[in-house]
């Protein structure tokens, strides 16, 4: 990638550093309450896969799973608790949580289909937890080793690498940036060197919205050589405050981070970055904007970069692939699905908005494909489901399924208020 002019861009964001790096984090909660819950003992003879989330409780975190079945609809199954405690944002004005979207992220559970492992933050224990899946059920999780420490505070995002042997983690407290980590299959995760690397947010633990400086998603990219987060700004103000993409280079030799992350502001018009979704086939990204609709971003020169306004509900948050319909999908917190064509030339536009009144609070998402389809998985309605959506063809989005998961949980006795988070799929290898 070439480097952008940023000099002047990242002298600023220095110049607002004023908090203190500590070298020692904390590990501040431990849970290990009901360390695994059945719903449905039995594996449905059509199941394909699973679909994943995390409860983010503070009294105790929780990954909770479904089995996908061959029809892309969902069947409520397990939860197993992570070690860790979860956490919420917190409103600047008042100091109360926000409401639903407890992390303000994308990202906060992540698989790997390469190595069978799945990842998950504890925002609240500044942990990371791995677990593994088993490869004939997939809704059946071991915890591998103890969480480890995130490298800061309050981690909002994981992502693995494409061999699934590591992952890293996205803090976004007042001891904020990324931190690696080994994925070792018998002893859990072990912190790669060189690889805990700090951004100047002068945030909060837990993280403060309305103040601007909010971490999004961290990222790959597709070739593995460097890390993306999302930072999210504050705009309109007072005071403005201007999102943008912190890049770090890979040393492919021992996995080192670059020393220094280089500062990518989003393109005109374009404000806010949240979720990240890489591109098919290009060095690029496309990043929902909750300020503007999505805006893409050329990582070769930035010649390419363009922001697109859309019509917006609430606010367009995060963002996901289909390989069979060759669009992206971006999630409008305030119930609306846009479905979105980007060419080669990297021009994004418009194909479809999916509006729905049994949609409205729409949070995380993520696609899996199966045979014959791709299917839509989104955290919806404060938590208390799961919206199903079938992509049966550009254009053509089909809700096929709303599963109450909200109503178990609660019976089963897991703590469970507006805050869940996160979304990520496995489907097996037939």
């Known amino acids: 990638m070439k480097p952008f002019t940023h000099s002047i861009f990242l002298a600023l964001l220095l110049a607002i550093w004023v908090q203190n790096i ?9 849970h290990k309450g009901k360390e695994k819950i059945y719903f449905n003992t039995t594996v449905s003879a059509s199941s394909v896969g699973s679909v994943y989330f995390i409860t983010n409780e503070p009294t105790g975190n929780h990954v909770v799973a ?38 303000n992220s994308q990202g906060a559970i992540s698989v790997s289909v ?51 042997d590591s992952v890293c983690v996205l803090n976004g407290g007042s001891i904020s940036g990324v931190s690696c980590f080994y994925v070792n299959q018998t002893f859990g995760l072990e912190v790669i060197l060189e690889t805990t690397r700090y951004l100047p947010l002068n945030q909060t633990t837990p993280a403060t919205t309305g103040a601007g400086a909010v971490v999004g998603q961290i990222l790959f990219s597709a070739d ?15 005071p403005v405050v201007v999102g943008y993409l912190a890049i770090w280079d890979i040393d492919p030799s ?19 970055p949240f979720g990240l979704t890489p591109i098919e086939g290009q060095n690029a990204v496309i990043a929902a904007d909750t300020n503007d609709g999505f805006s893409i971003f050329d990582l070769i020169d930035g010649s390419k970069s363009s922001s697109v306004d859309v019509n917006t509900i609430g606010a367009i948050c995060w963002s996901a692939y289909s390989p069979k319909t060759g669009n992206y999908y971006m999630i409008d917190a305030g119930g609306a699905v846009f479905e979105v064509n980007i060419d080669s030339n990297l021009k994004g536009s418009m194909v479809q908005q999916y509006n729905s009144t049994n949609m409205v609070g729409l949070f995380d ?25 079938s992509l049966n063809a550009p254009g053509k989005v089909q809700q096929v399924q709303s599963l109450d ?5 609660t019976a089963a006795g897991i703590p469970i208020s507006s805050s869940n988070q996160g979304m990520a799929t496995f489907v097996r290898a037939t």
Request: aromatic share 4%; charged share 10%; no cysteine.
């Open 22 to 30: 500590s070298s020692t984090i904390t590990i501040t909660g431990h």
């Open 66 to 103: 479904a089995d996908i079945g061959s029809d892309g609809q969902l069947i409520l199954r397990s939860a197993y608790a992570t070690g860790g405690i979860g956490s919420h944002v917190v409103a600047a004005a008042t100091g109360a949580t926000t409401g639903p979207d407890g992390l």
């Open 114 to 164: 390469a190595s069978s492992m799945l990842a998950t933050v504890n925002a609240g224990s500044h942990t990371v937890s791995l677990f593994k899946i088993d490869a004939n059920d997939s809704s059946n999780l071991t915890l591998i080793g103890e969480p480890i420490s995130s490298g800061g505070h309050f981690p909002t995002s994981v992502a693995f690498n494409n061999a699934g």
């Open 224 to 238: 593995d050589t460097q890390l993306l987060a999302s930072i999210k700004g504050l705009i309109p103000g007072p």
């Open 254 to 272: 021992d996995r080192s981070l670059s020393e220094k992350f280089i500062p990518i502001p989003p393109p005109l018009n374009g404000n806010n």
């Open 365 to 389: 998402g993520e696609i899996a494909s199966l045979q014959n389809n791709d299917f839509l998985y989104i955290l919806a309605e404060n938590f208390s489901t799961i919206e199903v959506m």
């Open 405 to 409: 998961v909200g109503s178990a949980l």
